[in-house]
């Protein structure tokens, strides 16, 4: 179900939307140091950003995903890449076959991030394994979008983890001791969501996962006109709109 919703619009995602994570991808291409004879795997690879960019720096990418329409991207922009459709609670990959794994928010959406996490540290060498979420919603201008796709769905089941599940202080460092790991420091990096028009904006908020739900649940015309009311304080004086948001992430290895 999540692949069909991601995929939905994955050429507006790949052209839009993920790129507001570059900062991110570049902050942990740098600390951990990847290059020439290394090899990486991210679990919910999307439309290939973050392998592209490894790639570029001669590390061999491995990339998993639910949405097949957004792996046929990646394919495109890493033709070298070996790009899967999976679950990543059963990862088709050997023991200890990369020096990496990631997980750009992805593994709060499996129905077990623990067993996510400790599917993805198997696969890692050492059980290297970056953890990436949403910042705190209280330090996200984004959260207000999120919100909008919210109050236009079914409310969730009780108890269901929410979008900032893995945000709050010592989350990411609980998950990672649940799976067996020892965590690292936790870091934020600053990605905005920036948009020069209302036609890129709504391009990109109406690709993610929650938004096409939105529209199955009501129809476009209403998810357009939420979608512009929520941005509408984050205008700018050129036209365009820039809107604060922030990842937190960790590298997690072997206890």
């Known amino acids: 179900m999540q692949g069909k919703m991601w995929g939905a619009r994955a050429r507006d995602w790949a052209d839009v939307q993920e790129g507001v994570a570059i900062p991110l991808f570049g902050a942990v291409l740098d600390e951990t140091a990847l290059g020439e004879n290394s ?33 046929e991207i990646a394919r495109e922009r890493v033709r070298s890449g070996d790009f899967r459709t999976g679950e990543m609670e059963e990862l088709p990959y050997e023991d200890q076959a990369f020096d990496l794994v990631t997980g750009f928010s992805s593994f709060q959406f499996a129905a077990s991030p623990v067993n996510a996490l400790r599917e993805a540290s198997r696969v890692s060498k050492g059980g290297k394994v970056v953890i990436a979420v949403f910042g705190r ?3 996200n201008e984004s959260a207000a979008y999120i919100a909008a796709m919210g109050s236009l769905l079914p409310p969730p089941p009780a108890g269901a983890p929410g979008p900032y599940a893995l945000s709050a202080e010592g989350a990411l460092e ?36 929650p ?3 939105a529209i199955q649940h009501t129809d476009e015309a209403t998810v357009r006109e ?23 992430y960790m590298i997690a290895t072997a206890a």
């Open 39 to 71: 090899s990486v795997l991210d679990v919910g690879c999307g439309s290939g950003i973050f392998c592209e960019m490894a790639a570029k720096r001669g590390v061999k990418v491995s990339g998993l995903d639910a949405a097949e329409n957004l792996l």
């Open 137 to 139: 919603r209280e330090e």
């Open 174 to 209: 609980a998950l990672a001791k649940d799976a067996g790991l020892t965590p690292g420091e936790v870091k934020k990096v600053d990605c905005p969501w920036e948009y020069p028009d209302d036609e890129t904006a709504l391009r990109g908020l109406l690709s993610s996962g």
């Open 211 to 213: 938004a096409i739900r």
């Open 226 to 248: 939420a979608v512009l009311k929520t941005i509408a304080p984050f205008k700018t004086a050129a036209g365009g709109y820039r809107i604060g948001n922030c990842f937190r």
